[in-house]
């Protein structure tokens, strides 16, 4: 295998920031890749509180300037690897406390545009070698809305690497409004409706869809999914117009991180050995949330962004039939005001059954994923999902809807499944309530059996969900890439 040189682009890197699952990838892949041999440099915004993570102060590599705004590289180390990581310091952007795309009453920053277009701009210099870092990748890796205008601005460059743009949600696309172009001194053929132009906006998504030599997303039924209307956010056509250029590949976790025997969060460590001492966790995480603590009752958990994606209604309105049997719910999560209010007032109704923790806590989450007998995903889509595998990992039987990574990663329970030693959690039918409630009935079924239940949390544990496998695949999907980027276009 032939070693590459990667740009890996990302707006959010764990553990230096984090909003949800790209952070976590853009934490982990880079890393994996690296182990295999390969030369990846990570490059980020140097937001307020990056800095404030690092021990050492990063140092200074470029000074330069963008749409005539001061910009700094920097370079410093992802925290616990080996991994350099570039900064890109624009103080009139990026120097502010705070969430990366929202302000503080959750609207989103309204110079976004700009920011993510100088962003993209240095990243795009990295890429030309014009930065003296005397550095050039192979292979510029674009993740999300945020970094789409890359393969764009890449296009018409001589000798540009080749480019990949990784959806990991298509729900969002950077869209702005045609004054918003015009700030952006982007020539005038990018508007159309082939190129960034979409519905007379102006779209960062598409220059990531429209020009990387390969497009891919976080699963392969993700990768099918949003072929069609239903997922597609209105780009299902331009997706099969590429679909050659298409495909899927499955997230991996961080297995250090996310190890149930070494997890410092936990009230106490465990492994498939002495499973027994995951109840620890379940009575600790009872008593956290002010619950019963009682080992007897089923005790869901959740851990997410409050999002409409998320399907927390479609919880919410089961919940006073869930509690007619005996399960408790405890879930942590922050995002969408109308959900944070609905989810007070539920566990204020039902107190002994049903508690909520609004806000973000790193530490709780792992929490939740050990103390928890299911760990519920009631997503409307999920193009990849981290916490169904980190649940798995932990013997915390996952309840998921049957779409995208969560349809890849779940292997649901039925006689089937059961003898052959493969079951590891529940898939409901349909994306529907009654679906939910259903599928809580039957984990309660099996949760009545011990011996079945712990057999299969034990499979559950042993699945392999590290990233070597599918950073062979990137590593394939890159070499596509370079090949595509070399090919004559012939018309
Ligand atoms: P998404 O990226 O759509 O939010 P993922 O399942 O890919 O969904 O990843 C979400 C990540 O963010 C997981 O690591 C999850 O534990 C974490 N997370 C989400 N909400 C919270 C929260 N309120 N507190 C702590 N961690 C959270
Ligand atoms: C997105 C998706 C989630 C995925 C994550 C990482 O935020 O919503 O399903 O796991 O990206 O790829």
Redesign the pocket.
């Known amino acids: 295998m032939s070693t590459q040189r990667i740009l890996f682009c990302s707006s959010e890197v ?1 553990p230096l920031i ?8 853009a934490g982990s892949l880079p890393h994996a890749l690296k182990k295999m041999g390969h030369d990846v440099h990570i490059v980020m915004p140097a937001y307020q509180s990056v800095f404030k993570k690092l021990k050492l102060a990063p140092k200074i590599c470029a000074d330069t300037s963008i749409l005539n705004y001061p910009v700094r590289l920097m370079q410093t180390t992802l925290p616990g690897t080996r991994v350099p990581v570039w900064l890109v310091d624009c103080p009139e952007f990026f120097n502010r406390p705070g969430n990366p795309y929202l302000d503080e009453s959750g609207d989103p920053w309204p110079d976004n545009a700009l920011r993510f277009m100088v962003f993209s701009r240095l990243i795009c210099s990295i890429a030309l070698n014009q930065c003296g870092l005397n550095w050039q990748p192979d292979i510029v890796h674009c993740n999300d809305w945020q970094t789409g205008l890359v393969p764009a601005l890449l296009e018409e460059e001589k000798s540009r690497p080749a480019t990949v743009f990784t959806i ?2 298509l729900a969002y696309q950077g869209v702005f409004d045609r004054n918003t172009f015009e700030q952006m001194q982007l020539t005038d053929y990018f508007w159309h409706y082939e190129r960034l132009e979409y519905y007379n906006h102006f779209s960062f998504i598409k220059g990531g869809l429209v020009y990387a030599d390969r497009i891919n997303t ?1 699963s392969p039924k993700y990768a099918q999914e949003i072929q069609t209307p239903e997922f597609g956010h209105g780009m299902q056509d331009l997706l099969l117009h590429r679909s050659n250029k298409l495909s899927g590949i499955i ?1 991996g976790i961080d297995i250090k991180t996310w190890n149930p025997g070494t997890d410092e969060h936990l009230a106490k460590k465990y492994n498939r050995n002495n499973i027994k001492d995951k109840i620890n966790n379940k009575r600790a995480l009872q008593t956290h949330y002010s619950l019963p603590v009682d080992d007897k009752v089923l005790l869901l958990g959740l ?3 409050l ?1 409409e ?2 399907g927390i209604d479609i919880l919410l309105s089961i919940i006073p039939e869930v509690i007619n049997h005996p399960v408790q719910l405890v879930i ?4 969408e005001k109308s959900y944070e209010q609905a989810l007070k007032k539920t566990s204020l109704k039902f107190p002994k059954q049903v508690s909520v923790q609004i ?4 530490s ?2 792992h929490l939740i ?1 050990a103390g928890s007998d299911v760990f519920v ?1 009631p997503s409307r889509f ?7 595998m ?1 649940s798995q990992r932990y013997g915390t039987l996952p309840i998921v809807t049957p779409v995208g990574g969560l349809h890849d990663t779940v292997t649901d329970i039925n006689s089937e499944t059961l003898e052959q030693n493969t079951a590891t959690g529940f898939i409901l039918e349909n994306v529907t309530e009654a679906s939910l409630l259903q599928t809580i009935d039957r984990a309660l079924g099996y949760f009545s059996d011990n011996s079945t239940w712990t057999s299969i949390m034990k499979i559950a544990m042993k699945q392999d969900f590290s990233w070597e496998k599918s950073a062979g695949k990137y590593t394939q999907l890159y070499q596509q890439a370079i090949l595509d980027n070399h090919k004559p276009v012939i018309d």
Request: overall charge negative; hydrophobic content about 30%.
């Open positions: 764990y984090k909003t949800g699952g790209l952070a976590d990838v990991h949600n976080v997230n851990v997410s962004r999002a994606q998320k942590l999560g922050s995002g806000g973000y806590d790193e709780l989450a994923e995903m999920e193009p990849c999902g981290l916490n169904q980190y």
